[in-house]
């Protein structure tokens, strides 16, 4: 599927949401973080989206959860940091957020040396200068999921993904050595093309997946047809975790079925 991976000369603006910084969080990956957030506070997401994924699953678990869009909101600027910090330091337990890409190290800056209240961040495991420095300087510390298994994160483009790719295995059966891979059927029937509509006609598919939200979509669409998998975990700070590496269980089963609604 088409790979949306952010380029890593992205700038930051948090009153833009850029195509490539939209990385919806799969419930899995809450689950990984959520035994070491205080039970106690109220956590803190201030870049929930549209969705709010992190909110709505440590509120299924039985925390006290909220979130403001970081792009939208004027509550959450991060360059107007005084009165945040105050409403923070006395009304929240933790942050937890999955940071615009563009993003992460500034929304680190901020929450490490601004806000001083703890916090986890899931982004990238690649080690960079910024992360490294964060473990080895500012005593940040890793929670990841086992055996290095990447995150499926939901992008918008997942529901074109669904029907594009389920739309080409009717056709494979059907036409046996027409087209040669899904990049052939792509290139050789652009969604906009009359005979991709054909097609959807032909197998009767518009009413099959017309999915208005990836909300609705059920698990096993959500995890193969992610098109953004990083390797991924939780940079932590202040929080109940060990100072040695933390590893979290995360079977082939759990990912398969991290994404979707559980």
């Known amino acids: 599927?088409?790979?949306?991976?952010?380029?890593?000369?992205?700038?930051?603006?948090?009153?833009?949401?850029?195509?490539?910084?939209?990385?919806?969080?799969?419930?899995?990956?809450?689950?990984?973080?959520?035994?070491?957030?205080?039970?106690?506070?109220?956590i803190f997401d201030p870049c929930c989206g549209i969705v709010p994924?992190?909110?709505?699953?440590?509120?299924?678990?039985?925390?006290?959860?909220?979130?403001?869009d970081l792009a939208v909101d004027p509550f959450i600027d991060f360059f107007d940091i005084a009165e945040q910090r105050k409403y923070l330091l006395e009304n929240?337990?933790?942050?937890?957020?999955?940071?615009?890409?563009?993003?992460?190290?500034?929304?680190?800056?901020?929450?490490?040396?601004?806000?001083?209240?703890?916090?986890a961040m899931l982004i990238p495991t690649?080690?960079?200068?910024?992360?490294?420095?964060?473990?080895?300087?500012d005593d940040c510390r890793w929670v990841k999921p086992s055996d290095g298994r990447?995150?499926?994160?939901?992008?918008?483009?997942?529901?074109?993904?669904?029907?594009?790719?389920?739309?080409?295995?009717?056709?494979r059966k059907k036409y046996k050595g027409?087209?040669?891979?899904?990049?052939?059927?792509?290139?050789?029937?652009?969604r906009d093309s009359d005979q991709f509509l054909f097609y959807c006609d032909e197998f009767d598919f518009g009413d099959k997946h017309n999915y208005e939200s990836f909300l609705d979509v059920p698990d096993k669409w959500l995890a193969k047809y992610s098109s953004?998998?990083?390797?991924?975990?939780?940079l932590t700070w202040g929080l109940n975790v060990p100072e040695k590496l933390t590893i979290v269980e995360f079977s082939v089963k759990q990912q398969k079925l991290m994404v979707g609604n559980q």
Not at 10 to 24: A, L
Not at 126 to 137: E, F, G, H, L, S
Not at 150 to 171: A, C, Q, S, W
Not at 178 to 190: A, E, L, T
């Open 53 to 68: 994924m992190i909110v709505n699953r440590l509120n299924q678990k039985g925390f006290s959860a909220f979130g403001t």
């Open 92 to 119: 929240v337990g933790a942050v937890a957020v999955n940071p615009f890409f563009s993003g992460k190290n500034k929304i680190y800056k901020v929450l490490r040396y601004i806000w001083k209240i703890p916090f």
């Open 126 to 137: 690649d080690d960079c200068a910024w992360t490294m420095n964060a473990v080895a300087k």
């Open 1 to 42: 599927m088409a790979n949306n991976k952010p380029k890593k000369t992205q700038k930051f603006n948090p009153k833009i949401i850029n195509k490539r910084d939209v990385f919806y969080t799969p419930l899995g990956a809450v689950d990984l973080i959520s035994p070491f957030l205080p039970a106690g506070g109220k």
């Open 228 to 234: 953004s998998q990083f390797f991924s975990g939780w």
């Open 178 to 190: 027409k087209y040669k891979s899904i990049v052939d059927f792509r290139q050789s029937v652009p």
């Open 150 to 171: 990447r995150i499926n994160y939901i992008t918008p483009n997942i529901l074109d993904n669904i029907k594009f790719g389920e739309l080409y295995i009717l056709v």
